[in-house]
């Protein structure tokens, strides 16, 4: 990576102001998943190891530039006293201010405070100069370690990286060097699979990755787009005629590039999304009139499954049917399954991507399950991101 890290400063006694991604999925004041704080801990601890006072800032939710109860990062700081154990870790009721910065002074060696919930002000997600100067105050050093948020450019991923050095956290690094690595010198075969709801989401993606790739493989409703543009007649399945053109005209661009695109040959059709739903099977030039399609058939999912095993490196983003509903996960089950076999580099991107990845038990089968959503899109759709640029360079 050509960023400058942690690793890249002298922290003894100074303050380490850092962004993290504690956006967790709450209870009431229950954490229920604790993936993003943990996924933390490697860059604090270090900080803590080396000296540093630790001053940590997120946001949580949506609450839009005002002050809610229901989205305080206070349960947040309790929780990783628990993580922590022999570290003191403190909390402040807001994440600038006198109250914040008296909290900051306060600080020793080796304590942790956590900040309030930055989009309590309006000026986070405005990326306001005069908030983003509240903040450099709270700290010497300003380090990043919120891929999941590196896509924004707010007051605390961009604005204050701008006011203080800034450099990247373990996470940070982790993320870009795993996916930039994969996209820009990978061990082939090269299989991207890509799905989801809509080509209009994904055709960044899918442009970006198609010069690069051996393969793409293309599931999901946006298949039926492909499918439906090449005259395939697709019932109520959610097909994008507005994207015919733009379909038709990607797989001829595929074709004089030489890159292998694999679209469903069979699909399973249901007559309404639910789990009690009637469906069956069948090829892609026999859905009946009245049925949708909503997962890749057994025939697709097999040649899918075999495409991937052969594969060295495999870049995943978008399930491959409506998997929330239990009957038509398996071929978005059934390609994680295949690509916890691979001899090589799985990485695996897109917030339901990764939520399907958890569900079938396998994420700790990839190399590398993005924490970012839109972030890790964004990264795959080849777009510099505002939190990523305002770092250092290395030397
Ligand atoms: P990611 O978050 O991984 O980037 P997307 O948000 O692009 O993925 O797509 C996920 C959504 O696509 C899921 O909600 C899923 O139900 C939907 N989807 C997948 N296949 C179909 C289909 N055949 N018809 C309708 N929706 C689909
Ligand atoms: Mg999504």
């Not at 991604?21 to 709450?26: K, R």
């Not at 994904?202 to 793409?216: F, I, R, S, W």
């Not at 019932?235 to 469903?264: H, I, M, N, W, Y």
């Not at 038990?361 to 839109?374: E, F, I, Y």
Request: glycine content about 10%.
């Amino acid at each position: 990576m050509d960023k400058q890290t942690v690793r890249d400063v002298t922290w003894a006694g100074k303050r380490a102001l850092v962004r993290v991604d504690f956006n967790v999925p709450l209870d009431g004041t229950k954490i229920t998943d604790d993936t993003r704080i943990r996924a933390a801990l490697p860059t604090i601890r270090y900080l803590l190891e080396h000296g540093a006072r630790v001053v940590l800032m997120s946001h949580l939710g949506r609450p839009k530039g005002a002050r809610n109860p229901k989205y305080s990062l206070q349960p947040v700081a309790f929780h990783l006293t628990g993580l922590l154990h022999d570290v003191a870790v403190s909390f402040v009721h807001d994440c600038v201010g006198p109250d914040a910065e008296e909290a900051v002074r306060s600080l020793g060696p080796g304590e942790v405070l956590v900040l309030e919930n930055l989009r309590f002000h309006p000026g986070e997600e405005k990326n306001d100069p005069a908030f983003a100067q509240q903040l450099a105050r709270l700290g010497d050093v300003y380090v990043n370690d919120a891929f999941g948020a590196a896509h924004r450019a707010h007051a605390s991923t961009y604005g204050v990286a701008k006011l203080l050095p800034a450099v990247a956290g373990f996470l940070m690094e982790k993320e870009i060097t795993v996916m930039g690595q994969a996209l820009a010198n990978p061990e082939r075969p090269f299989v991207a699979v890509i799905g989801g709801a809509k080509v209009s989401d994904k055709l960044p993606v899918l442009q970006h990755l198609l010069p690069k790739v051996d393969t793409l493989i293309i599931g999901g409703g946006m298949a039926n787009t492909f499918l439906a543009a090449q005259g395939h007649e697709l019932g109520k399945s959610l097909v994008e005629p507005d994207v015919f053109d733009t379909a038709r005209s990607f797989l001829g661009e595929a074709q004089a590039l030489g890159r292998q695109v694999l679209l469903p040959a069979d699909l399973v059709v249901a007559d309404r999304l639910a789990a009690d739903a009637a469906f069956s099977v069948c090829g892609v030039d026999a859905v009946p009139a009245d049925g949708m399609a909503v997962d890749i058939g057994p025939a697709t999912l097999a040649r899918y499954q075999e495409a991937v095993r052969q594969a060295r490196t495999v870049v995943w983003n978008g399930p491959m049917g409506v998997f929330e509903v239990a009957p038509f996960a398996k071929g978005t089950v059934g390609i994680a399954e295949a690509m916890a076999e691979v001899h090589g580099v799985t990485i695996v991107g897109g917030g339901d991507s990764v939520a399907a990845v958890e569900q079938a038990g396998l994420a700790n089968r990839m190399t590398h399950v993005s924490t970012g959503g839109g972030a890790s899109l964004e990264f795959l759709e080849g777009k510099q991101l505002p939190g990523v640029v305002a770092l250092l360079d290395k030397a």
